[in-house]
């Protein structure tokens, strides 16, 4: 394997520099992907980052009120049981800089800094066939040879802001929820508009309303959502989690969705309104995800099952919100619970009775424009703002990966390969790719589960593929065409199964003009998909072919 010397911190050259592994990105996959390589692999490791510091999604994303949807004792690494124990998020949900913080703290005990390149981002990377190593192009121009490249890019990590006309004409502030400055951000005294009531919205409109003397909602879709019921964690939890390390690691991994959550075995169908109201009035009440993802799974299934959530989560918004107008905006139309990410709030239905927070309707008057001083309907209605704050969301799951020019065998281009959608075996490569490996890409459960989970998961297995090459002799590894027709088949299937793609949502790629409709992550559920990866593994790795040729030659 080869030798790297250490650079000091944030001052490393990327020129001529040969490594036995890339990785791209240093969000919590690259950073524990960097660990096992390196550490405990004992393989020569450069991580290229676009950023200067290590987080990733919680480097990024710092507008008002970040914050974490996954519970703190599951949102961090599970690999290593004193980190585990020793670190401790000061609430339910942990906020954004305490992740960062989080990760730069995994980063400085395992001494990963040294092969971090921050303000590095990868353009290009080109496999070369003759000697199996991929060459990886920066905007820097720096040129990097390697045997493996692991693309931990991220699922979420490429902001979309629409096309609006004019829009480089607003003479006031403008920011967007994914890419915020690195600074304090004031609103008071100032009228904001909000375009945008996803997630990320979702956080940020109660926050901006305590300082900005008027906020403007921009809602095109409105959203199912659940309470968060945010606050301190009880000691006595605290503690018996402490001492379940092991329990909790095991469920988390067999679960569906990486959380210790599991669905009810009655379904909603055959329960009447009454019951379920009940099921649903405690999980409500608890906060968090268990109506979504421990709730009623035939919620997934059926109209019939899922109008009954609804229903309840309907009257709870008609509750909250005291103009019946604006609740009734508030309430979503025209697509089942559940198939649309849910975020949690804290005071969001509540944030629309203050007298200085509007709420304004673009799906039937869509924005037409943005102006020097603030935006325009499509009926003419003008608004005047200081600031506009997109929270417009991302191009997901597959523009972190197509952004980068990724050629394989044949010069053949990544984005060319996935322009009717993407192709994958296991959402972790794709053939004609050899060593290029994929965490969390798109047909892996990714984005529908607690992400930690499935980033050790990927970061674990790709560890073992190499590892297993190193015994096999192998120079490549890749995926045969034939798994990955039937990956892809499969995952459509499985997917057709479910009210998923009845939605216009990011998950079927939607929310971006001209993106291909096909369902983008992998509905295994993370417990049987990590079971499935397993089997195939231990089978002798079916759907993969390892090839012990090149180095052969060259001796030759
Ligand atoms: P990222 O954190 O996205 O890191 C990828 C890194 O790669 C970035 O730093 C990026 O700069 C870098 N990169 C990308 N392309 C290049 C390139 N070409 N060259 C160099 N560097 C590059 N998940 C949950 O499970 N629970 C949650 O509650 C939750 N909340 C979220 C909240 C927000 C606001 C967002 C946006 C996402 C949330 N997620 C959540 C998903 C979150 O992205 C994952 O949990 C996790 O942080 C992903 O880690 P990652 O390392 O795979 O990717
Ligand atoms: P998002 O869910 O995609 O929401 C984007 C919003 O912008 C939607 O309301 C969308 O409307 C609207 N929009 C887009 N284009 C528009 C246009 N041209 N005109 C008017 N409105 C437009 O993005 P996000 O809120 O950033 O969240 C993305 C994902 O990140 C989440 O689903 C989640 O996975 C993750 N996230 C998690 C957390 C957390 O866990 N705490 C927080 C934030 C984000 P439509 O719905 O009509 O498209």
Redesign the pocket.
Known sequence: MTAVAPDTRGQRAGVDVDVDAIV????????YMLHRLRNMLGLSVRV????DG????????R?PG?????ESYV?CYMFDKELWQQWEYSER?PE?DE?RAYIEHVAERFDLYRDIQFN????AATFDEANGTWTVS?QNGDRLTARFVI????????SNTPKFPGIGSFAGETYH??CWPHRPVHFVGKRVAVIGTG??AI?AIPRIAQEASELTVFQRTAGYTLPANHGPVPEVVKRARKADYEGIKRRISESAA?FELSFLEKGAAESTQEEVNAELKTRYNQGGFGIWLGGYLDQFFTQDANAKIRKFLEDRIRERVNDPATAELLVPKGYPFGVKRVPLESHYYETFNLPHVHLVDVKSNPIAAITPTGLRLSDGTDYEFDTIVYATG?DALTA?FT??DFRGRGGRRLEEKWAEGPRTYLGLMSAGFPNLFT??GPQSPS?L????V??EQHVELVSRIIADMADRGADTVEATREAEDAWVAHNQEVAEATLFPTAATWYMGANIPGKPRVFLPNLDFVGPYRAKCDEIVNNGYEGFVFDATITQEVVA
């Open positions: 791209i990105g240093a969000g919590f996959s690259g950073v290229l980052e676009t950023g290590v987080g990733g999604t919680w480097y990024w994303n507008y970040a914050r974490c949807d996954s949102y949900y954004q992740i590095t981002r990868v353009t920066t693309a931990a890019v991220g699922t979420l990590s490429v929820t994914g997630a990320s956080q990486g991302f972190p952004n980068i965490i969390t984005v589960s607690n992400m930690t499935s980033i």
